[in-house]
């Protein structure tokens, strides 16, 4: 079975700012990695995902996130953030080797103020 | 582009209903799910298809049950609506080993 924890359950953030949003994964297989956004009274949109290869990844919006895996963490992070980035943040894991299932953290509320 | 259309977007049923939620996508995928969405709890497995009436139970199965008569088509169905199950809605779509795609949910309300 796979885990995901999120660490920050909200983090607020000055507009043009860093910001980094903390996930870390528990799997006794080998997983694959996404990170996904979801707007207000929106579903969920797919940002940034980890396949293999080069373990730093890009998304959209200016988006990107590293693969550790001795640390089993898969962090994402934005150099400087827009107000339209306000959004909650789901990190997720499914396995390799044909699972189908994801398996998501409790997510991670980004609030950018001006 | 992909697209995953949920029936509702807002629902009000009363405790005791029979309640179908319905999903429809148009990739042809093979997978589909149904999640639940609730604050601090994240996205949590109700049940998921792998193929026209195959099914198999997710992380928190009890008091819902599916049905896919066609590729397309996947239901969710909550066979006696309680106060307990007033949530948030997702359904997702992929094709085998790819990425899942997401509807716009349906938030529905037990009372």
């Known amino acids: 079975a796979q885990s995901v924890t999120q660490l920050d359950s909200q983090v607020p953030v000055f507009e043009e700012a860093p910001v980094e949003l903390r996930c870390n994964y528990s799997?006794?297989?080998?997983?694959?990695l996404f990170w996904y956004v979801q707007y207000p009274n929106q579903g969920l949109q797919l940002l940034l995902k980890?396949?293999?290869?080069?373990?730093l990844v890009k998304g959209i919006n200016g988006f990107e996130a590293e693969f550790n895996k001795s640390q089993t963490s898969f962090h994402l992070r934005k150099p400087s953030v827009h107000i339209s980035d306000t959004a909650e943040y789901f990190c997720?894991?499914?396995?390799?080797?044909?699972?189908?299932?994801?398996?998501f953290g409790t997510g991670t509320q980004l609030k950018v103020e001006l | 582009d992909v697209k995953v259309t949920q029936s509702s977007r807002y629902l009000v049923k009363r405790t005791g209903e029979k309640v179908f939620l319905e999903c429809v996508q148009d990739m042809d995928h093979e997978n589909m799910f149904w999640y639940r969405q609730d604050p601090g709890l994240g996205l949590r497995l109700i049940y998921f298809?792998?193929?026209?009436?195959?099914?198999e139970k997710g992380d928190i199965p009890e008091g819902y049950s599916v049905s896919r008569e066609k590729k397309e088509r996947f239901s969710l169905i909550l066979e006696s609506a309680s106060t307990n199950q007033t949530s948030m809605y997702l359904c997702?779509?992929?094709?085998?080993?790819?990425?899942?795609?997401f509807g716009q949910g349906t938030r529905l309300t037990v009372v």
């Open positions: 298809s792998y193929d026209v009436k195959m099914k």
């Open positions: 980890y396949l293999s290869g080069s373990t």
């Open positions: 799997s006794s297989v080998s997983v694959y």
């Open positions: 997720a894991v499914r396995r390799t080797g044909g699972g189908n299932k994801l398996t």
């Open positions: 997702a779509s992929s094709s085998r080993g790819g990425t899942a795609f």
